[in-house]
């Protein structure tokens, strides 16, 4: 079935650790994204991707990295430079940022830091 | 960017119809309404979007008001799977599309 496959589900990392959640997803879609969702809330644009080798700093980049060396995947790096990253974590993707289109999202990465 | 303001919660009985309102007084001509929903511990799932027009998909239907200043999502026969957290959101070419998340409105289905 197409798809956003993110993994793990859940991941507990120590304080100081960098950690890398990984999102694939199998729909040919050139645009994907990363969000954070702390409870109660709605989303907040972390990072986002429209091409191959390029992205884009979302509202709360600060403490993040990603990469974008394949089409289907766009995986995200938690640094230890992210103050509070206890959150659920979700992966998303579209068909382009050039007109708007339904975005995917996968199941999401609860991230608990001890 | 525009903003939309949702009641944090509504409830409804079980196969009835639903109407779920988005305020967006500042919304620009070019602004398209989205809406997606969101079950517990779950990504977001498309429901439906549109720009001027009413719109109906499977999932439900869109009514935008004339002045495009609100809009209401329409579930037309409520069943216990449709209780989730319901986000109206904008978005613009000028920003890539981009969605812009508030915090929506927790629907209770009552069975």
């Known amino acids: 079935d197409g798809g956003i496959t993110q993994s793990p589900k859940y991941l507990f990392r120590k304080e100081g650790q960098n950690v890398t959640l990984s999102c694939e997803q199998n729909l040919n879609h050139d645009a994907m994204y990363w969000y954070r969702q702390d409870p109660g809330q709605g989303l907040r644009l972390i990072y986002y991707?429209?091409?191959?080798?390029?992205?884009q700093k979302g509202d709360i980049a600060e403490g993040y990295s990603v990469s974008r060396e394949k089409k289907e995947s766009f995986p995200l790096t938690v640094t230890s430079a992210q103050k509070n990253p206890t959150a659920f974590y979700l992966c998303a993707s579209s068909r382009t940022l050039l007109r708007p289109t339904e975005a995917f999202f996968g199941q999401g990465t609860r991230l608990t830091v001890v | 960017d525009a903003k939309t303001t949702q009641p944090n919660s509504m409830e409804s009985n079980e196969e009835e119809p639903v109407h779920l309102p988005c305020n967006h007084s500042t919304i620009s001509g070019t602004d398209y309404i989205h809406w997606y929903r969101q079950l517990p511990s779950q990504g977001p799932e498309y429901v439906i979007h549109?720009?001027?027009?009413?719109v109906n998909n499977r999932m439900a239907s869109l009514a935008i008001a004339e002045d495009r200043k609100s809009s209401t999502l329409i579930l037309h026969r409520a069943t216990l799977r449709d209780a989730a957290v319901y986000y109206c959101i904008l978005s613009n070419m000028d920003s890539n599309y981009q969605l812009i998340w508030g915090a929506g409105t927790k629907l209770i289905i009552k069975p």
């Open positions: 991707s429209q091409i191959v080798n390029d992205f």
């Open positions: 549109g720009l001027t027009s009413n």
